[in-house]
């Protein structure tokens, strides 16, 4: 019996490692959406509910000219830094990016009017030794620029 307990106990903590719940706030939209994230394999899903312990954040990462930096040394481009932890893979830095979008006509005769549609990505990412190691696009918005996120387990 004790040998089963045992084994749970392992068989959850292997699972647990490489799982990152993540609820990512869109404040203009007032809308929560919820992933589960595996670090080992770079993929998300969504969830109904993500609840746990908040995984508590570092501040090793800066962002300098638009790039998400470590000790002077450029990662990825990135706007904001929307929260950032310790994993057992390296760090987990979830990050918000904007590009200008012409992806249809409208949006096109509005870049050539001078006034782009900016398109707000979220992504998570997951870096060791300040090498990018995966990197996994959570959420694409036009004009939205005011996003939280918080990582837990």
Known sequence: MKLLAIAC?????????????????????????????????????????????????INRYLIKN????????PITDAINILYQCQIEDGDLIIVRDEYNSISNPFRLLAFIAGHPTQVSK?????VKNGVLKSEKELASKASSYD???????
Do not use: H
């Open 9 to 57: 106990l392992l068989v959850a903590n292997i699972a647990y490692a490489g799982e990152i719940k993540i609820n990512l706030y869109e404040r203009e939209a007032k809308e929560t959406t919820k992933f589960l994230f595996n670090t080992k394999s770079s993929t998300a899903q969504k969830l109904e509910n993500a609840n746990g312990a908040e995984i508590p954040k």
């Open 66 to 73: 638009y790039k998400l930096t470590i000790d002077d040394k």
């Open 122 to 126: 979220v992504k998570v990412l997951v």
């Open 147 to 153: 996003w939280e996120a918080k990582a837990l387990r």
